[in-house]
């Protein structure tokens, strides 16, 4: 079982920064592969970032590619996403997920590869 809490959200102006944080509990965080998502009103969930176990590969979509960086502490049970220029469009909830996966050099993409879900955390950008 892995418990995650995301952290850092609020409300923030168009180009503005945000950095939220993941704390996962449980001892086989450096087993898990991490991502974030993100859900706005009326829309499905989407991924914005991922992340492999030990760091690499990362993964991002066109749409936040160059403002979003994902990063993880395995010795704290932490990933982050430092998100700048922020958009309006980039208002949402953003979850934090995460599965197991013992091997290297991999990152799930599609929704359906995580089993684990943080509550999420509201990310709003005024214009």
């Known amino acids: 079982q892995v418990q995650l809490v995301e952290s850092g959200g609020g409300l923030v102006q168009a180009g503005g920064s945000l950095r939220l944080s993941c704390a996962a509990a449980g001892r086989t965080f450096g087993s898990t592969i991490m991502a974030w998502f993100r859900q706005a009103p009326g829309k499905e969930r989407e991924i914005v970032a991922a992340i492999g176990r030990t760091g690499l590969p990362t993964y991002y979509p066109d749409s936040v590619k160059g403002r979003f960086t994902i990063s993880r502490d395995n010795a704290k049970n932490t990933v982050y996403l430092q998100m700048n220029s922020l958009r309006p469009e980039d208002t949402a909830v953003y979850y934090c997920?995460?599965?197991?996966?013992?091997?290297?050099?991999?990152?799930?993409?599609?929704?359906?590869?995580?089993?684990?879900w943080g509550q999420g955390t509201q990310v709003t950008v005024s214009s």
């Open positions: 997920a995460a599965r197991h996966y013992s091997g290297s050099l991999y990152v799930a993409v599609k929704e359906s590869e995580y089993n684990y």
